[in-house]
């Protein structure tokens, strides 16, 4: 368990004719403990943005606003703090996923995890990151769905008559060369077919 501070601007509003929301001035905190698991589920979705995105994002920011959607629900998040810096450390070191550990590491080095200051963290940053976050999720389901696909989906049987004149091909020309004739596939079905 974490001991979590967010800090964050309460909504407002101008009225000068029309009204126009926008975040009080000032700032206010909310305490909050936040499960392990918590931690590590926002671990994996950063882990997730690593592999399919180009984009660098501070784990600290991702922290936030993560926690911000999923525990505290604060309008205009500002600011995190986490009272345990060093178990926070020892957590993600221990938990990243290796096929992104470099990465989240090039970026994340010479940075505090623990702690985001109000005056650093843009309200523009929770939108940036969101997207991100709804791209990758998009991402994921589209690769699970061609996976789960891929795996139930029937191979369809070569024609007779391309399975013979791809085999009449072999006989006068090289691999390579049927394989410009033909596709790739097509070709090796072949090729195995005939060691068997």
Do not use: C
């Not at 990243?96 to 080095?109: A, C, G, S």
């Not at 650093?120 to 996976?147: A, C, G």
């Amino acid at each position: 368990m974490f001991e979590t501070t967010l800090s964050y601007q309460k909504p407002g509003y101008i009225d000068n004719g029309w009204i126009i929301p926008m975040p009080e001035p000032e700032i206010s905190r909310k305490k909050e403990v936040i499960p392990d698991s918590a931690i590590l589920g926002t671990l994996e979705s950063y882990a997730q943005i690593l592999r399919h995105s180009e984009e660098s994002v501070l784990f600290r920011e991702f922290l936030l606003t993560d926690l911000n959607n999923k525990h505290f629900g604060k309008t205009y998040p500002r600011g995190l703090y986490v009272e345990d810096k060093e178990r926070l450390k020892e957590l993600i070191q221990e938990n990243i996923p290796d096929d992104v550990k470099q990465r989240y590491w090039d970026i994340n080095d010479s940075e505090n995890v623990s702690y985001v200051k109000p005056v650093d963290f843009e309200l523009f940053h929770v939108k940036r990151i969101n997207s991100l976050i709804k791209e990758t999720n998009n991402l994921e389901q589209r690769l699970e769905f061609e996976k789960q696909r891929e795996e139930f989906s029937e191979p369809i049987p070569m024609d007779p008559r391309e399975y013979a004149a791809i085999k009449e091909d072999l006989a006068i020309y090289s691999v390579e060369e049927v394989i410009g004739r033909w596709s790739e596939d097509s070709v090796n079905e072949v090729l195995y077919s005939e060691e068997e």
